[in-house]
């Protein structure tokens, strides 16, 4: 029985509580946790109660901050006690930082002193450091031990630990000095020492390091686990991959945020006020309506021309808009290649190279399609024709030129290029385009 199926008997109340334990025993926890966002307070409750000890916490740790609100203000201090002991520490600092000051202090109180210790100092970092994602729970082994040893030492603290397969291996001032696999340790022989046979090139972040440019190492090295060390370069805690694909999400939705001419809000769309809503949005929609100021004074200067030959008037928006995707094309792709690392500052040269020969394909096309229609809709006119496909063909060259160079630019004078890629680039391409076509319209029309 699929997921809906048993959200649908829950919902219906056909279903027995003893079989609805045994479905749900069986189901991986974060679908449990999805069925839980799909009900009300009441049966939240209802279902959390009845899981397995052994899943409840995965499932409230999987749960989103409103349904793990209302679990915990339902359960008794004991159970919220058990909870909390038994949450991954960063996991746990997840919680807290969603939940409201009164259900903070309760959990609180009902943690014990070495991991509410652990909690406060994770708090304590920048929101988007490394500190503030990593884990304090990870296994550590001390250079000088047997294999057969550190078998032992995984099989007793392990099962509390985020990840036994990438081991650290320290010193007894807790110097990070190697790591280990546990598939190092199973092709060791058990009287072989760990120094002998862990990697010491060990890849590593510090607590303040930008957890941006963890991801990014993440993602080059394929990393299932980083180590986080402090200024002395003692191992303090580790980042494991689950976390990097929370903080990926986040920065790829906080810049198309930004590439729609959007504040970015921390809250997903559903959670967020209609006031809030307006006020992310009403910033960038005044500055490219102020912009629109630009374009107007432009059309204005020449607004004697477009009386004596007012035709003019309708190709205004189709150059405008065709110049707009056309940035909007390229910059987009520029800023991605820069986010993953394909693209750098040494790289300027062969865009502009390469985007020119693109839109030099893409204006000749466009331009004979609309000489194409211009001719047989305008009786012919062929100085109209060739106005409008020059304009044409000129706008989406400087578009595709502006759209490669404003990420890359922005990148240089260390501003988030998805800034870069709709106000400013939607002003200075629409401004552009009207005095290209104007200019042509005097040029050849005699305007």
């Known amino acids: 029985m699929n997921k809906d199926e048993i959200l649908t008997l829950i919902i219906d109340g056909s279903i027995d509580i003893s079989k609805l334990k045994t479905l749900l025993s069986d189901m991986n926890t974060a679908d449990i946790a999805e069925i839980l966002g799909e009900l009300d307070k009441d049966k939240i409750i209802q279902i959390f109660r009845i899981l397995p000890k052994s899943i409840a916490t995965d499932v409230f740790a999987y749960a989103d901050s409103d349904e ?37 202090t309760r959990v609180l109180q009902h943690v014990r002193l070495e991991k509410r210790k652990q909690i406060n100092q994770i708090l304590q970092y920048p929101d988007d450091s490394a500190g503030s994602i990593m884990t304090t729970e990870f296994v550590d082994l001390r250079e000088d031990t047997l294999v057969q040893d550190a078998f032992n030492t995984i099989r007793i603290t392990g099962l509390n630990k985020e990840t036994i397969y990438t081991c650290y291996v320290i010193r007894r001032d807790r110097l990070l000095v190697g790591v280990i696999t546990a598939k190092d340790l199973l092709l060791a022989r058990p009287s072989d020492l760990i120094s002998d046979i862990m990697d010491t090139n060990v890849i590593f972040a510090h607590t303040t390091d930008d957890r941006e440019a963890i991801a990014d190492q993440f993602q080059k090295y394929g990393f299932l686990a980083m180590p986080v060390v402090d200024k002395e370069q003692r191992l303090v805690g580790i980042i494991t991959v689950d976390d990097i694909v929370d903080v990926i999400v986040e920065e790829s939705t906080e810049d198309i945020e930004k590439m729609a ?35 107007g004074s432009i059309i204005s200067s020449f607004e004697n021309g477009l009386m004596v030959i007012p035709i003019l008037v309708a190709f205004i928006p189709m150059l405008m808009n065709t110049g707009g995707i056309a940035g909007s094309q390229t910059s987009t792709l520029i800023i991605r290649g820069m986010a993953v690392g394909e693209i750098g ?29 211009v001719f047989i809709i305008n009786n012919h006119d062929w100085k109209l ?15 595709k030129t502006v759209g490669s160079v404003l990420p890359i630019l922005a990148k240089r004078l260390k501003i988030d290029p998805a800034i870069m890629s709709a106000p400013l680039l939607t002003t200075i391409v629409d401004a552009v385009s009207l005095i290209i076509f104007f200019s042509f319209s005097k040029a050849i029309l005699g305007l």
């Open 68 to 104: 793990q609100q209302i679990i915990i203000e339902a359960l008794t201090d004991s159970e919220v006690t058990e909870i909390m002991n038994k949450l991954f520490v960063d996991d746990a600092v997840d919680f807290i930082e969603e939940m409201p000051a009164d259900v903070v």
């Open 261 to 295: 001419a959007l504040v970015p809000s921390e809250d997903p769309y559903l959670k967020t006020g209609v006031f809030q809503h307006a006020k992310n949005r009403f910033l960038w929609m005044l500055i490219l309506m102020l912009s629109a100021t630009i374009t």
């Open 345 to 373: 500052m040494k790289d300027i040269l062969v865009i502009l190279w390469k985007e020119l020969r693109v839109g030099v394909l893409c204006g000749l096309g466009l331009g004979l399609v609309n000489f194409i229609r």
């Open 385 to 399: 024709c060739l106005t409008v496909t020059m304009s044409l063909f000129c706008t989406i060259l400087m578009a």
